[in-house]
DNA sequence: GTCTATACTGTGATAGAC
DNA sequence: GTCTATCACAGTATAGAC
């Protein structure tokens, strides 16, 4: 593994364990163990790091966020699993890189470029659980309540961005797994009352299966 | 007003506006056209600073929070305004001290106190909401349902305490009593489909309250 | 209570040898 | 590519005069 990857890969888990304001170029270079101008000849500074980190980031998440909006996730319509799987990835890579939420709106602040580009994340992430609701929901919403269906989709992005930070915060420590869990199921249970009569099957569907995965997470 | 008093109202105004990341001390005192050894004769540093402002927070939210918990809100059960103003009070709050939500995980980190003490008001927070929704609720949700209520709950007080974050994410620089408008209906809009044959109804109400409200605004 | 001076520290960054 | 050595600077904190 060369260097500059190397540099990569430890400022990224020293960022997420650490956080990223109260790690210094310094700390990756002992962690390393190479000297700080070692590091400095890879990267101009921890701005270069942070800004390869983001970039990495954006190519997972914006790949992943366009598959609903192309095609309707699951082959039969209100395919749950083929859904819920899809939130559990989603969570998932938010998590890889979640030192960008712990100190989000700092590091936006101090990357104005970083800053519009997330913001179009987001608006991707809107998107693609706008388009999960529409295939969920199917006709079932009237046209009148457009606006209903708006404020859902803004709930569901909201809870997708932040429920991670949320839960660590009740329970601190807890198995970042479980927190992922519980996290699609909230997504999940939080459609659930705009299903008409198929509401509460669906819910003790999406139950079901998080029973499943928190049994066989340990491997 | 004594200098100590000017020292925290200029403090949090600084944090709020330019993070309290990056304002130091220095800056503090600048912004006073005082020293900064005067600074530090009444605060041993800005740690002892941000201490006082979070006891100030932590007050003022605790008075707020208990409201619900100990007594219905609204004459009648139900009463969407009474609600629909005390949401709004608590997003003001929050708003008032938003440099805590911002950076929120860096200082929990730097401050395993106030870790412990904005654990238990979230608690607290959830607990109001909690209160909320069984008297709006009232007997409708089924004795089966309380996982239901439960995950409910949690939507509720994830949207209360990052919606400004997300909503002025998605809008920078729209007008912070907007923001909070729409966060008010936000949560209430959560509610709305829990209310059984009451739930358009309801929503009908929240969106006209929402619309009075945005155009009485320029007060 | 408030000021000016100053010292200490950690971090970011570069130059030049190997 | 990697190292050592060193600089510059910002932020924190204190001492002592007024």
Redesign the interface.
Known sequence: MKTRDRILVTSLALFNDE?E??TTTIDIANELDISPGNLYYHFKGKDEIIAELYQQYELAMADTLHAPITAPLGETDGDIEANWYYLYVLFEEMYQYRFLY?????I???YPDIRRR??RL??LKRSALSAICLTLLQQRVLQADE??LE??V??L???L???I??DQ??H?GRDPQVSILQGV??IM??IS??LGEDSLNF?EDC?EIYQRMMHKEPN
Not at 102 to 106: F, R
Request: charged share 20%.
């Open positions: 956080g304001a109260h712990q100190n989000l709106d700092d936006l602040q101090r997330f913001k987001v608006q606006d209903l404020r859902l803004d709930n992005t909201l809870t961005n932040y429920w930070n949320y915060l009740l601190t199921l909230q249970t939080a009352p705009y819910y139950r």
